[in-house]
């Protein structure tokens, strides 16, 4: 079932993506192309308040010309690990830090196309950070609370359309009673 890549073309270099179009001998030996999006690995963070509410992030996304709810969430940066993301990520957007910060699962966000990598952690006994980190130049977040009955009504009713934020709610729903 391997692919091997014959000639990868770059295509176009990004200050968040990379593209290329690569060409791979398929494993009759026939030639395909394939696009690839090349993305710095990520994490996302399932946290939760003392009330057993969930933190969620409401933010403008231009490629899918919307507002999207989904939990906090962001880039590793070099030399970073996903624990150490996790931590930074989580001061940075909701100004917390958790005593109690646990990694779920690791997942690709969508290996059709892209190499992006992303660990879902969850972050509990929350309490506010000494010190800010600056924010993302141009990332302007309203940052609320859900329960899980909240946040399982937002997925059906198509509020929340977001696949790791989905994922989230549907292991908190799995591993959690409502009000945990």
């Known amino acids: 079932m391997e692919e091997e890549v014959v000639k990868s073309d770059s295509k176009y270099k990004g200050q968040i993506i990379d593209v290329y179009k690569q060409t791979v001998k398929l494993p009759n030996g026939e030639l395909a192309n394939r696009d ?6 990520a994490i996302a963070i399932l946290a939760f308040t003392n009330e057993g509410k969930a933190i969620f992030e409401e933010q403008w996304r231009t490629p899918v010309g919307k507002t999207t709810i989904e939990i906090p969430a962001g ?33 690709y966000s969508s290996p059709g196309f892209a190499d992006e990598y992303m660990v879902l952690f969850t ?7 000494e010190t800010k ?9 309203n ?17 929340i359309e977001d ?17 945990e």
């Open 143 to 159: 940052i609320f609370e859900y329960s899980l009955d909240e946040a399982l009504t937002a997925v059906k009713l198509g509020k």
């Open 75 to 107: 880039k590793v940066e070099d030399g970073e690990t996903y624990l150490e993301t996790a931590k930074r990520e989580l001061n940075e957007e909701v100004r917390l830090q958790s005593a109690d910060i646990k990694k779920v699962a690791g997942f």
């Open 163 to 179: 696949a790791k934020t989905v994922l989230a709610i549907y292991y908190w729903q799995a591993n959690y009673q409502a009000g």
């Open 133 to 141: 980190l600056p924010q993302d130049f141009g990332e302007n977040l």
């Open 36 to 41: 690839v999006v090349k993305h710095q690995n």
């Open 123 to 129: 972050a509990k006994d929350l309490s506010p950070v």
